[in-house]
Nanobody, 124 residues
Framework: QLQLVESGGGLVQPGGSLRLSCAGS????????IGWFRQAPGKEREGVSV???????NHADFVKGRFSISRDSARNTVYLQMDSLKPEDTAVYYC??????????????????WGQGTQVTVSS
């Protein structure tokens, strides 16, 4: 069974950093695209960053230059490094797998499997 588990969320001050982890089980992340998405209360879920099966990446405009995404194949884990965090980054962050196409889509509807989410709060 395909499972994704996020971890690493928490409370951080503006300008601070967090690293989120997305650990896969039941499948290899090497053959999928893994996207990070976020959803704040009252807002639509939005794509943040994605890495595909060959290591190509894509980022939403609002995180370019601040966030980076990477994959550790040995750990079957994808990371989202978040730097220069802003209060507007506060949201539940989800990772998701596109198991069949492995594209660089930032559209939530293109993804097949989702983790449970981890809360990121940026506040002074």
């Amino acid at each position: 069974q395909l499972q994704l588990v996020e971890s690493g969320g928490g409370l951080v001050q503006p300008g601070g950093s967090l690293r989120l982890s997305c650990a896969g089980s039941g499948f290899s992340l090497d053959y999928t695209a893994i996207g990070w998405f976020r959803q704040a209360p009252g807002k639509e879920r939005e794509g943040v960053s994605v890495i595909n099966n060959i290591g190509a990446t894509n980022h939403a405009d609002f995180v370019k230059g601040r966030f980076s995404i990477s994959r550790d194949s040995a750990r079957n884990t994808v990371y989202l490094q978040m730097d220069s965090l802003k209060p507007e980054d506060t949201a539940v962050y989800y990772c998701a797998a596109e198991a069949f196409m492995a594209r660089l889509s930032l559209v939530p509807e293109d993804y097949d499997y989702w983790g449970q989410g981890t809360q990121v709060t940026v506040s002074s």
